[in-house]
């Protein structure tokens, strides 16, 4: 089959609605999904029947709401279309279990909302996005909510922010004299980066089957200095699951572009076409759900942890972001008239005012142990929000800061040029090292963790620029004369927020000391980033934009705290088990055999004229290094049973126990360990090293 016919062959896209609905029925679920209006109940049953049918040709034999609950991934629970009529077998979907389910989800993380004896939440279909057949299962994409109506997954909030942004941006486009636009969307294409190692190699090691990542592990003697994998040769193995890979997408509707080698050893990266952040971000879930699928058909393993292997490269999300109204112009792309420019700075200085002023809020929404490793780590920016423009725009705005006008209406924009330079196209100056970096016509949001749901982020983004866009209008709305206000607004707002700017180095320590002196948040590590989500301004934010009320944002800041202290919890769990289990009695083997070998020495020394220092001097070694070792897993036993949930003690107090005391233990126990791999022999080290796992493929 060609790319065209097998796009989107296993999604009820508008196609397959078209030809398994009714005209009027098509119509209107059409005027639905357009406006973002809710969906008629009348057609409701007529929409489930021909869904149904249309999955049963696809092979389906179940069907389930399809949805995203806290825990970052997706939940679902499958039912049969099996019915029983007059004592006949029937296949059923009615309209009612098209548009809402009542999964039980007791054990699905509300952070306090719904006590679990009220395990009751339903899920309610969201048509914008298109239901697909996977596993012979019709899957129906589902907001999660709580009897009371409050969002307990990540779809909920996301659409809520992006009705949020349509309603100011459609506002400001207004006062710019557009009256066609109905709809502005927030578009978001997220490349996506992985790692492959082979299964077999997996199997062996506790700490990628247990958590995704190496706990212990010593640096090969190669690792990316040579740059000799980006963009490289694509091992045949990987190619023909890329291949796989790609198919799989196409047929869900999800736009795979392009495939790549990453910079790591065996890391590689997808990047997907953009579509709306609502789609993006489900996409996004059924692109990690299928890399993980499809490898294990090519016996591998599809790491999508932020920091699987210490000392190389972790792997991040890009999220590309921007505005499209529904005459399909993008808001970010530098128009070709001077009053579409003067539109494009103004949506431009709003994002600029947005990130600055809720620099925390993007910087939490990122927030998990996992890309604790990663952010700050010179390979990816830091925990620092910034401002990557590029010359030639910056110099435009601080041209405005000067004094320098432009005009909405057809004379020349002063701007010191006619028109915008061509800046947009030159991507050689592009900035790898930006949190936030300007890209022509988006903006490429750099600190995603790449195991993260893209919702977060996004629905930080659109809520900020909501609110900015918001006061913008405001204003704006109220001017004698609103070519001045414009331009004053413009200027004021760049003199006020251009300290988040910067277009140098994002990696370098003068950065740090930089950013510092212009008074920009560095919230090095989750513990201390969460909490920033319950602030007075952010709590304010969510309410006025009608995206999260106070209750979601405290079981949303709950549920981020016990999760990184989980997570590190099962960490070091799991390390104690494998120092245990696994190093200690391979140091022992090491020591056993040098043991005997000196034990012989003597003899073996009267008679030749060898001596024994080096095995002595090896066991030496060893001796100290099990001892210290030893100590090293103790102190961490302890540090971890001290660190018993208690109500004494509030979540983000445990959650800087965690860091402060049990990150810095679980490194004294690697470090000893790493040590020790050095030098003992390859066939008495228990599991596979950086070199196999890294080099295998
Ligand atoms: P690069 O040179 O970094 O590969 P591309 O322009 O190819 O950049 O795009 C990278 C990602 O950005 C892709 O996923 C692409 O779909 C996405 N993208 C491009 N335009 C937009 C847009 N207007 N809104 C959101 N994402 C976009
Ligand atoms: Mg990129």
């Known amino acids: 089959m060609s790319i065209p016919e097998l796009f989107g062959i296993n999604v009820f896209n508008d196609d397959s609605m078209q030809q398994y609905l009714p005209a009027d029925v098509y119509a209107s679920l059409q005027r639905t999904i357009a406006q973002g209006a809710v969906l008629d109940a009348h057609i409701a049953g007529q929409v489930a029947d021909g869904m149904k049918n249309w999955a049963i040709e696809r092979g389906a034999t179940h069907f389930t709401h399809w949805f995203q609950p806290m825990t970052g991934i997706t939940a679902e629970k499958h039912d049969s279309f099996l019915s029983i009529k007059n004592g006949k ?38 048509p914008s996005s298109y239901a697909f057949v996977k596993d012979k299962t019709l899957c129906i994409p589902t907001a999660f909510c709580s009897f009371g109506g409050q969002a307990l997954d990540k779809k909920t909030p996301l659409l809520r922010s992006m009705q949020a942004l349509n309603k100011q941006a459609v506002r400001v486009l207004r006062l710019f004299g557009n009256k066609t636009v109905n709809r502005v969307t927030p578009t978001v294409g997220a490349e996506q980066e992985y790692f492959l190692v082979d299964s077999k190699l997996f199997n062996q090691r506790e700490d990628l089957i247990i958590t995704g990542r190496t706990l212990f592990g010593a640096k090969s003697p190669k690792g990316q200095e040579l740059n000799d ?7 045949q193995r990987v190619i023909e ?8 997408l196409w047929k869900l509707g999800v736009y795979a572009k392009t495939e790549h080698n990453e910079t790591a050893p065996a890391q590689h990266e997808l990047a997907p076409i953009f579509t709306t952040s609502n789609l993006a971000a489900d996409q996004n879930q059924l692109t990690m759900a299928m890399m993980k699928q499809v490898a294990r058909k ?14 190389v490269n972790g792997s991040g999300k890009h999220n590309n972001w921007s505005l499209i109204t529904d005459t399909g112009i993008n808001l970010l792309e530098p128009g070709s008239s001077p009053a579409e420019n003067a539109q494009f700075i103004l949506f431009l200085v709003a994002v600029i005012k947005a990130v600055d002023e809720y620099q925390d ?8 142990a996992g890309n604790d490793h990663r952010l700050g780590a010179n390979e990816a920016p830091p925990a620092i929000m910034s401002i990557f423009l590029g010359d030639d725009l910056t110099a435009i705005l601080e041209a405005f800061c000067r004094g320098n006008k432009m005009k909405t209406h057809k004379s020349t924009m002063h701007l010191g040029v006619d028109l915008l330079p061509d800046f947009q196209k030159d991507a050689t100056d592009r900035n790898r090292t930006s949190p936030f970096a300007f890209t022509g016509n988006k903006f490429e949001f750099r600190m995603p963790g790449s195991e993260f749901s893209i919702s977060e982020p996004n629905i930080v983004l659109n809520t900020c620029v909501a609110e900015v866009l918001k006061q913008f209008a405001d204003e704006l709305e109220k001017a004698d004369d609103f070519n001045t206000s414009l331009n004053l607004l413009v200027a004021r707002t760049v003199k006020k927020h251009k300290k988040i700017l910067f277009s140098g180095n994002n990696y370098s320590t003068e950065w740090k000391e930089e950013a510092a002196r212009r008074g920009l948040l560095n919230l090095a590590s989750t513990d201390v980033a969460v909490p920033f989500l319950l602030n007075a301004k952010n709590v304010e934010l969510f309410k006025r934009q009608e995206v999260f009320s106070l209750t979601e944002l405290q079981s949303r800041e709950e549920i981020m705290l016990t999760n990184y202290c989980q997570t590190i919890h099962i960490e070091a769990a799991t390390m104690l088990d494998m120092a245990q289990k696994q190093i200690m009695p391979a140091i022992r083997k090491e020591m056993n055999d040098l043991s005997a070998f000196l034990i012989n020495a003597p003899k073996l020394m009267a008679e030749s004229a060898v001596n024994n220092t080096a095995q002595k001097h090896l066991f030496d070694t060893l001796v100290t290094l099990s001892s210290g070792f030893y100590t090293a897993t103790e102190r961490l036993k302890v540090l971890l049973s001290d660190c018993k949930a208690d109500a004494a003690v509030s979540k983000e107090e445990l959650s800087h126990v965690y860091r402060n005391n049990v990150l810095p233990a679980m ?15 390859k066939d008495a080290w228990p599991f596979p090293t950086y070199v196999d796992l890294l080099f295998s493929i």
Do not use: Q
């Not at 994998?229 to 091992?235: K, L």
């Not at 699951?241 to 799989?248: A, I, S, T, V």
């Open 229 to 235: 994998h980006y963009f490289g040769t694509i091992p």
């Open 667 to 681: 490194k004294a126990v690697r470090d000893f360990a790493d040590e020790a791999e050095t030098i003992i022999s």
């Open 361 to 368: 809020l993007l910087r939490l929404s990122v927030a998990s």
């Open 298 to 311: 090519h016996n591998m393993v599809c790491l999508l942890h932020e920091k699987p292997f210490a000392n």
């Open 241 to 248: 699951f890329m291949h796989e890979l790609d198919e799989e």
């Open 89 to 126: 077998p029937i296949l059923e979907f009615s309209g009612k279990e098209l548009i809402k389910g009542e999964p039980d989800a007791s054990s699905l993380p509300s952070g306090g909302i719904r006590a679990t004896f009220e395990a009751r939440g339903y899920t309610a279909w969201d």
